[in-house]
């Protein structure tokens, strides 16, 4: 992405860094330009009509079948236009949302959580926004800059002076848009900021709240997220007020400039000082100057949101990783021991471990297993376990699991899971819902390492395998990790607790670095 843009009528770094956006843009002036052509030429036909049958000159058939054509011309210019340009759209921004979605997944180690966040509303709220801008701004901003002008060539033509009131009326429509512009375009940048704020709070009540229950403090939240949810709303109301009266005001000054070139055609058409025809013309064409223009002033308040996630998603693609991973980590993880990693918060362990899976490719060396790299051979117990929606029984299938059988038995009799078997009415058939719910968070931990205890798989890594344990579930599941490394197996832990460092047999200390 370009690291430099310019904020305008349009978007000019998004302009450079897509084609399609050129093609979009090149397409909408073309198709607008066609409607304004057939504008013209079906004012000018009505005009011709009109005059004819009130004059008492004659009705021309010609002039009728071109107003026919012009008609149709016009309605297919827009129908295409408009259909092009969602569609375009559409691509545009999901192509973007993948980039948002590639970039985060091809940081370094794990994104922290407020880039995880901006990612979360960004992809499924704010981008969408983007869709009004280029199907709908775009568009308007295409017929703003090549309908008036050629409108305004016409009615100068056929009538001079409207023509006059025309140029000293319209600067007025641009000058009010751009006040109005900037009084909305923080109100934009501030309701996006509340949503990613709220979206965020959001998020982390619903992860910790099965925490929160299974400890009594659940209640009072509620009063926390109304406060958040009031700012929102007051900050988005605070944004439609402005745009309703800002369109108010540009309706407003185009239909005073309508009337002024009506009264003055009504006057001169009065006096017998212009033919019939050119005041029918002329009164016809005189809103088709304003109007596009009035449309781009209407159609920016809604785009502003699109443009601040624009803004907001390039400053993400652009932005530098804050994960510090892993430096001149050297190490020989041996059969049969349990190998811990350990170090300060943000060394980089977990990192490690994604490296170890191969989910992170390394700035230098490599990590083999056995010589080779295989990763079928590594069970991997991450500090958020997936859970996935449906029963405890297709949960064990993450692990290759196809059964409950005797290793997995006993792999529940370590973690303590037999336990939470023993509360559920309908034991592994039991239905758990998204993200795990339904279990609490120490429940899930005890789920995904029983899994992951129960495998076959021959190389173990466990981040924080003890995590939300108490001592007396810690000791059973260290013993059933120390039985797995006197099978054989290779066990790689991330550790904090005491208890869990003393039963490694090595130690590997990580260490951060640029």
Known sequence: MSTTTTRGPIDLGLVRESARTRRHIAATIALTTGSAVAIVAGAVCIGTVLAGVTTGEGFSPWALGGLAVAVLGDAMCTWLRERYGHRAADEIVTGLEMDVLASVAKRRGRPDDDLAHDAFVLVTRTLTDLRVYLGEYVPALGAALTVPPIVLAVIAYFDLTSAVIVVVTIPFVPLFMVLIGLLSKDRAVATLATLTRQSAEMLDVLEGLPTLRALGRERGLEKQLRRTGDRYRHTALGALRV?????????FIATLSVALVAVSIGLRLVFGDMPLAAGVIALILAPHVYGPIRSVGAKFHAAEDGVAALERARALLESEPVVTVPTNLTATIRAGQITALVGPNGSGKSTALLTMLGLVEPTSGNITID?????????????????VPGTLRENLRLSGLSSVDEQVLRACAATGFDDVLATLPDGWDTHIGVRGEGLSRGQQQRLAL??????????????????HLDDAAEQRVISAIRERAHRGDTVVVVAHRPALIAAADSIVEVHAGE
């Open 243 to 251: 745009a309703f009266l800002s369109s108010l005001v540009l309706e």
């Open 450 to 467: 029983t899994r992951v205890l129960a495998s076959p798989r021959s190389v173990l890594l466990l981040d924080e395998p003890t995590a």
């Open 371 to 387: 010589g080779a790299t295989d990763w079928q051979q590594v069970a991997w117990l991450p500090q958020h376990p997936a859970i």
